[in-house]
């Protein structure tokens, strides 16, 4: 989570989100990060007084962004971890490209699923054009998509499922998948439904399509992955690859 250029971050808690701007309270919980941290090591990091810590963290525990904790042998020592996810971030709009989306929108009124294509990525960029960052949300909600769709699928090994993956893919005009390397797992996607008008915007863009290979990995083989997108029409390519990292 890097807040260095950002005004504000979005945060998931059980209650629901909560956005925080305190540049105090950003720099805390990136500070902690996945640790545990001491009241002095966040002291020590953020070159504030003790009461002005003070009150960040209590402010902090009271929206549940994070947990105190007491040590069991000294209960003058706290340490103090995350109780949240982040979720997005505003950033500089890319007005451009949303412009060139909005104005396709009246050519290709006349082709439903042109049009429909055309009118979710006028929201998904939408979104950025007006300083929210969706790829954390995109990525966690194709997960969802992968875990339900897992039930049209039956393969119980990988060397079954990529190939059924690839006829899905194909039938329902998502792209052309194709298994590009083994060591690590690469696919490599061509005629990406997502992606493929989009022009280099210096960027990966397929996050949704990232958390739809972990949610199926996951629901139909029970293995836990962790996919990334390394090449894509957004980044200058022809094509979308995606590597896949088996962990253990």
Same mark, same amino acid.
């Given at each position: 989570?890097?807040?260095?250029?950002?005004?504000?971050?979005?945060?998931?808690?059980?209650?629901?989100?909560?956005?925080?701007?305190?540049?105090?309270?950003?720099?805390?919980?990136?500070?902690?990060?996945?640790?545990?941290?001491?009241?002095?090591?966040?002291?020590?990091?953020?070159?504030?007084?003790?009461?002005?810590?003070?009150?960040?963290?209590?402010?902090?525990?009271? !929206?549940?962004? &994070? $947990?105190?904790?007491? *040590?069991?042998?000294? /209960?003058?020592?706290? =340490?103090?971890?995350? %109780?949240?996810?982040?979720?997005?971030?505003? !950033?500089?709009? &890319? $007005?451009?490209?949303? *412009?060139?989306?909005? /104005?396709?929108?009246? =050519?290709?009124?006349? %082709?439903?699923?042109?049009?429909?294509?055309?009118?979710?990525?006028?929201?998904?960029?939408?979104?950025?054009?007006?300083?929210?960052?969706?790829?954390?949300?995109?990525?966690?909600?194709?997960?969802?998509?992968?875990?339900?769709?897992?039930?049209?699928?039956?393969?119980?090994?990988?060397?079954?499922?990529?190939?059924?993956?690839?006829?899905?893919?194909?039938?329902?005009?998502?792209?052309?998948?194709?298994?590009?390397?083994?060591?690590?797992?690469?696919?490599?996607?061509?005629?990406?439904?997502?992606?493929?008008?989009?022009?280099?915007?210096?960027?990966?863009?397929?996050?949704?399509?990232?958390?739809?290979?972990?949610?199926?990995?996951?629901?139909?083989?029970?293995?836990?992955?962790?996919?990334?997108?390394?090449?894509?029409?957004?980044?200058?390519?022809?094509?979308?690859?995606?590597?896949?990292?088996?962990?253990?």
């Amino acid at each position: 989570m890097n807040s260095n250029h950002n005004r504000t971050i979005i945060f998931s808690t059980k209650e629901g989100m909560v956005a925080v701007d305190s540049p105090v309270k950003l720099k805390i919980l990136r500070f902690i990060g996945s640790e545990s941290r001491s009241f002095e090591e966040i002291v020590s990091d953020c070159l504030k007084a003790k009461s002005t810590i003070s009150v960040h963290l209590k402010d902090l525990i009271e !929206q549940n962004l &994070i $947990q105190e904790h007491r *040590d069991d042998n000294d /209960k003058r020592k706290k =340490t103090f971890s995350l %109780n949240t996810r982040f979720i997005a971030y505003s !950033q500089a709009p &890319i $007005q451009n490209n949303y *412009d060139r989306i909005l /104005k396709k929108l009246i =050519t290709s009124v006349d %082709n439903e699923l042109e049009f429909f294509k055309v009118l979710c990525h006028t929201i998904r960029y939408g979104l950025e054009a007006y300083g929210v960052n969706p790829r954390p949300v995109m990525k966690m909600i194709g997960n969802d998509i992968g875990e339900h769709l897992s039930n049209l699928f039956v393969s119980g090994s990988l060397d079954d499922l990529l190939p059924e993956m690839a006829d899905f893919w194909k039938s329902h005009a998502l792209g052309i998948v194709e298994v590009s390397g083994h060591d690590p797992l690469t696919i490599t996607v061509h005629e990406c439904y997502d992606c493929s008008d989009m022009p280099d915007v210096g960027r990966t863009l397929c996050a949704l399509d990232e958390g739809l290979l972990e949610g199926l990995f996951a629901a139909c083989l029970n293995m836990t992955t962790r996919v990334q997108e390394i090449e894509c029409f957004g980044t200058g390519y022809d094509h979308c690859t995606f590597m896949i990292e088996i962990i253990e």
